[in-house]
């Protein structure tokens, strides 16, 4: 599982990416962006539901252990079932697999600088790559650090015992430190080439 995460990392990381126009309303493109928002709401919405009942049961010490385990796996069956990729990713990540490199680093740094629009709700992009039968749709939603109850394992003063866990863990960990309303990262969405029908 890990593995293919990685892969697919650096699948994307490689790729030259050439992006034609963002979606617009009335493509397929936007159609995909529209399910992309759904397996996004899913993905947080499991992933948080885990997350709660983890922390309450045993604290953020616990907890980490819930979120190494559970967020790969909800972007595994969302992949699984949707046919998309499905994963997060980070400008400064935890899981070395979150790490983006290339067209989708930059993107994720303008999301960085308004991870909000301006209804308040999580800033998001959606834009086609290639042309034609290679055209991949890619979808961004950003995940804005809260100080409940993300601030206990990504925040500025974190207990000593979840700093310990989390150097156990993640010897590389660059997930501190954040502050309520930055960028904590991104769920990262794409479509694979094929689910869009030639354009010319
Ligand atoms: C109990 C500790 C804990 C809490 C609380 C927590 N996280 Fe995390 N977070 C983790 C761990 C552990 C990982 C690495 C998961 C993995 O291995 O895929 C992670 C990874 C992430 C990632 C994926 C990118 C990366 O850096 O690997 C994002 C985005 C993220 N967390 C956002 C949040 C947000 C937003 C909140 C609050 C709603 C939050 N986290 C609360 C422990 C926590």
Redesign the pocket.
Known sequence: MTKRRRAAGSLAAGATLLVTACATPGTDAAALSARSAILADRFQAEL?GQ?MA??QAG???????????A??AI?ESLSAESGAQVR???L???????RTEGDLRTRLEQLAANPLSPDGMPATMTWTEGTGRKARVHYLRA????A???????GTSIAPA?QAR?AE??PD???TGFKPGEL????AITWPAGKLPPAN
Do not use: F, S, T
Not at 59 to 69: D, F, H, K, S
Not at 184 to 187: H, L, Q, S
């Open positions: 948080q997350l983890a922390m604290g953020p010490e616990g907890a980490i252990a819930v979120c190494q385990q967020a790969p972007a997060r990713i980070a400064k990540e935890r899981n070395p697999a979150a995940i804005p650090m809260k409940q109850p993300c601030a206990a394992c990504h979840v989390l863990l993640y960990d660059k997930a904590r990262g991104a769920i």
